[in-house]
């Protein structure tokens, strides 16, 4: 969690957020999952909206902010000989990798799950 329930229970009456990671957990330690239906909540007055995958609620636009990331990607992917090298090279997009080969490789969604996983540096050894 990056903001603490404390942090949530400091913050002045009224006051929203908006947890875009909800899909993988939330990033407040006060958030929980809600859907369109009944979007939001509050607690210690502030207000939460936990709603995953909000992108689809603006897909035109999610569209280019995916395209724009993800054509980059695939062209170092060609450079480099393919997606395991890509995700050797660059640590940003390994910490975005969630499944590998068939399995798991999230900690945290593995403990939230109670799922095996196994630790991607260790996978890509064998490649």
Known sequence: ?????EMVRDMKSGSVIVDVSIDRGGCFETSRLTNLSDPVFKKFG???YCVPNIASRVPR????????IFTPLLLSMGDVG???EL????LGLR???YLFNGALTSEVLSEAFRLPYKDLDFLLASF
């Not at 636009?61 to 724009?68: D, E, I, R, S």
């Not at 995700?87 to 660059?90: G, M």
């Open 1 to 5: 969690m990056v903001v603490t329930e």
């Open 46 to 48: 502030v207000v939460h």
């Open 61 to 68: 636009t999610a569209t280019y902010a995916l395209t724009n």
């Open 82 to 84: 393919g997606f395991e």
């Open 87 to 90: 995700i050797k090279r660059d």
């Open 95 to 97: 910490h975005g990798v």
